[in-house]
């Protein structure tokens, strides 16, 4: 089964500084990812998805992922943070090609940026 | 506009007992899913339906059960509660890709929290 990793716990940020976010998955075969994001106290939100196509994926508010295929990666990137994306941050994959349908979630990347 | 609703929003109960958390979406989507939340492990699949009567074990299914009788609704059961399945639950719903099981967007509820002295 595949397996997502999500490099950093705890991000602490300054309002318009950048914003990376790493997360690396363990399929070789095609994959679709997902960024999603949960504000405190709300349920999970789709950021952004990568099906196929560009591998530079463009999300709400923002966000944006690159899809590296020979590191098996799909960063989130924002160029300038505000205090309103203070919350957590799930990378998400499936292997359709490995019939494995269903999402696996990382374990979540907290983002708390100061005024 | 189409929803994913999850019942009780919030509930605390006792070992021993048994605990039904209801799912009802209203995107007439084929997949459902139920997940839950913990600090320090995100979000771990429990089951999973592709159709009416189809259900599937993910990873944490032990303790666990789940039916799917119509498209609209995935209860999940807690036969006998434990102290180690507190948590936060989710639901979550999502269309096909291709006419098979291949999941798109997941649609999530607003989440169970389920407290088991």
């Known amino acids: 089964a595949q397996s997502v990793s999500q490099h950093n716990h705890h991000v602490i940020l300054s309002e318009a500084a950048s914003l990376e976010l790493g997360c690396n998955y363990s399929?070789?075969?095609?994959?679709?990812l997902f960024w999603y994001v949960q504000y405190p106290g709300q349920h999970l939100q789709l950021l952004l998805k990568?099906?196929?196509?560009?591998?530079l994926v463009k999300g709400i508010k923002g966000f944006e992922a690159e899809f590296i295929k020979s590191k098996f990666s799909f960063n989130l990137r924002k160029p300038s943070v505000q205090w309103s994306d203070t919350a957590e941050y799930f990378c998400a994959v499936n292997a359709p090609g490995a019939g494995s349908y269903q999402l696996t979630f990382g374990k979540g990347t907290k983002l708390s940026v100061i005024p | 506009d189409a929803e994913i609703t999850q019942s009780p929003r919030h509930k605390i109960t006792e070992t021993g007992r048994q605990v039904t958390l209801a799912c009802h979406q209203t995107w007439n989507h084929n997949n459902m899913f139920w997940y839950r939340q913990d600090l320090g492990h995100g979000l771990r699949l429990i089951h999973y339906?592709?159709?009416?009567?189809?259900?599937n074990k993910g990873e944490v299914s032990d303790g666990y059960s789940v039916s799917r009788s119509n498209t609209e609704d995935l209860p999940l059961t807690l036969e006998s509660a434990a102290s180690s399945q507190t948590s936060v639950y989710f639901c979550?719903?999502?269309?096909?890709?291709?006419?098979?099981?291949?999941?798109?967007?997941?649609?999530f509820g607003e989440g169970s929290r389920l407290t088991v002295l």
């Open positions: 399929y070789g075969g095609t994959v679709n």
């Open positions: 339906s592709y159709g009416v009567q189809d259900t």
């Open positions: 990568y099906f196929s196509g560009d591998p």
């Open positions: 979550a719903s999502s269309e096909s890709i291709g006419g098979g099981p291949n999941t798109g967007e997941l649609f």
